[in-house]
């Protein structure tokens, strides 16, 4: 079985003012890659004239591209919109969903926060502290529908909020709790997983692993990674 390189990146954060194009780097991205993975904000304030820079760019990306929103990408409000440029543009945008390329399954959801382990927040008191806990039950859930939905025997998980501590170490600790949540690693963990990529943690750290075993890639952007460029390569 041949492997698939998939080259992943997260925190693009693509600017109104366009002060960065990432044209070459999806051309590189192309002949180093067979698929491109961005995992979450794509854009910086979730306008839509920043979703149409980025499908502006993605045009010199000749491999498939799939994503998942992140919570920069639903700050103005406009996510719904958002999404139809990047799904008109051609991205795979997962939302609890799963796509199948060259026998890979990609499953992915954004995530939420929580935190993690025995500080993982629970459903207890105020009804917005239900509430938080309530989503971030609702994106486990979407993540283990898009999981029992993956036919593939190789699997990749897409996030934008870490499912382990380990890749936001670097981060300030206080603010752990609002970088990720143990729920998705729970998840995780009920499937055989081959790897999973997130990026929020620009401060984070790149490789770390589920309770399970699962290796987890922290992918944002700002990351130092083995290829010394802003994507990973990872072969699955």
Do not use: W
């Amino acid at each position: 079985m041949s492997k698939l390189k998939v080259a992943a990146v997260a925190d693009l954060h693509v600017k109104e003012d366009r002060s960065v194009s990432y044209t070459e780097l999806f051309s590189e991205i192309s002949q180093a890659a067979d698929v491109l993975v961005i995992a979450g904000d794509l854009t910086d304030l979730g306008k839509p004239v920043e979703a149409e820079l980025l499908a502006a760019d993605l045009k010199s990306c000749t491999v498939p591209v799939i994503a998942v929103l992140g919570n920069h990408d639903h700050q103005c409000d406009a996510a719904e919109e958002v999404s139809s440029i990047l799904v008109k543009a051609g991205v795979h945008l997962l939302n609890g969903q799963t796509v199948e390329i060259d026998g890979v399954g990609f499953a992915g959801t954004k995530g939420f926060i929580g935190g993690f382990g025995r500080h993982m927040l629970g459903s207890f008191g105020e009804t917005a502290i239900k509430a938080m806990v309530s989503e971030s039950v609702d994106e486990a859930m979407r993540l283990e529908n898009a999981l029992r939905n993956t036919r593939a025997q190789r699997a990749l998980v897409v996030l934008h909020y870490s499912p382990i501590a380990e890749t936001v170490a670097g981060e300030p600790k206080e603010i752990y709790p609002f970088l990720g949540s143990s729920r998705l690693a729970e998840t995780i963990d009920r499937f055989r997983v081959s790897a999973v990529v997130h990026g929020h943690a620009h401060k984070g750290t790149y490789e770390g692993q589920t309770p399970g075993g699962a290796p987890v890639f922290n992918v944002a952007a700002h990351i130092e990674k083995p290829t010394g460029r802003p994507y990973a390569i990872l072969e699955l």
